[in-house]
Structures are given as C-alpha cells and as structure tokens.
C-alpha cells in the first residue's frame, strides 16, 4: 500500500489536515475542501470517501469501504474504527414506489431520506456492516461483522445482526489505555 506523502495531502485541498495522516494513493475521495482528518488517522485502500467528513484523531478507515457523507456529513470521533467492506450512508432513496429514485432523476421527482452519522469515541464497526443515515453510534459502541445499523445505540454496547441489536455491554478498559497511549506521545 503507496500512502500520499504529507506534501501530496496538503495540495490535495482538505479543508483540515493533521499530523501523520496516512491515506492511500488507492483511495478515492472526493469533495477535499469538506474533509477534515485529525493526527494519526488512517484511510487504506480502495476506499470510497465524499461529501461532508470530519474525521478525528486515530481514526481507522480500514479497506474497501464506503463512507457517503453528502450534504448532511458523517462524524468520526477519536480512535474509531470500521473494518473492510464497511458502508456509511447519510441518505437513502424512497423506496415505497411513491416517488422515483436514484441520482439521475430532479430532486422534484424523489423523496430522499437525509440525516447526519456520527460514530462517537472508541466506536468499531465490524466487516460488511452497514450504517443508515440518523445513526449515532454512542461512545465505546462495537458493532459486529455483517449487522444493519437502522437505529441509534446506547453506549458501551456489543451489538449484532440484521438488523443490529444490543447483545451484551462492551467494556471500557480501553479508556485508560487511551490515557497511557496519550501520555506516551507527548513525551515524544
């Protein structure tokens, strides 16, 4: 995997770029000048990014995934993660037969359905998992592989399925990891 070089990403015109941004030259993002990325967030190959983005710190866009802001914007918190194959959506089509569908057709025509995502801190998204617009994943969420995100979750939840439901409470060792990681780096 060929990541862009700092000086690459700062032409590339995103509308705030941190330190020790790896994204990789494989990726396809779109709308620079509406993506935000925070220090030491990752964003790998075959990578689809657009619209409204704001990715925080540590933040991991593993493989193959799909991250469709649009007007509405999706929100990475710190040290989040979705795994490969993911696919993030802040609107959908009306699917009833009521009104048309797809981009080809004036706005008149259709009825989109259009919410912001935000995946708050220490989330992780499972492989081949799909979050729907509206969807606030709350802090410490996991979601496992293949599940359907049609609803917000409560926070430090495991949840699983299709669509996704909460199957246990997840725990928050990972606070305090986070504390030593933090203080390590500064005394860098």
């Known amino acids: 995997m060929a990541y ?7 032409q590339l015109g995103f509308k705030y770029i941190g330190e020790n941004v790896k994204i990789s030259d494989k990726a396809s993002i779109y709308n620079h000048n509406q993506i935000e990325i925070g220090d030491n967030s990752r964003i790998d190959d075959f990578c689809i990014i657009s619209g409204k983005i ?12 799909l991250v469709a802001g649009s007007e509405k914007g999706i929100v990475f918190e710190d040290f989040t993660t979705i795994a490969y194959g993911v ?3 802040t609107q959908s089509d009306d699917y009833s037969g009521k009104t048309l569908t797809n981009s080809t057709v004036p706005k008149e025509y259709k009825n989109e359905y259009k919410k912001e ?6 989330t992780i998204v499972g492989a081949g998992s799909i979050i729907m617009p509206g969807v606030i994943l709350e802090e410490g969420t996991s979601v496992g592989a293949m599940s359907l995100v049609l609803k917000s979750t409560e926070p430090w939840g495991i949840y699983i399925g299709n669509p996704a439901k909460r199957l246990k409470d997840r725990k928050t060792d990972l606070q305090e990891l986070e504390k030593q990681y933090l203080k390590s780096e500064s005394k860098k």
Do not use: A, E, S, W
């Open 4 to 10: 862009y070089t700092q000086d690459q990403l700062k």
């Open 54 to 65: 704001r990715i925080g710190r540590n933040v991991h866009i593993t493989p193959m995934c």
């Open 87 to 89: 696919q993030v959506f």
């Open 117 to 122: 995502v935000i995946l708050k801190k220490y």
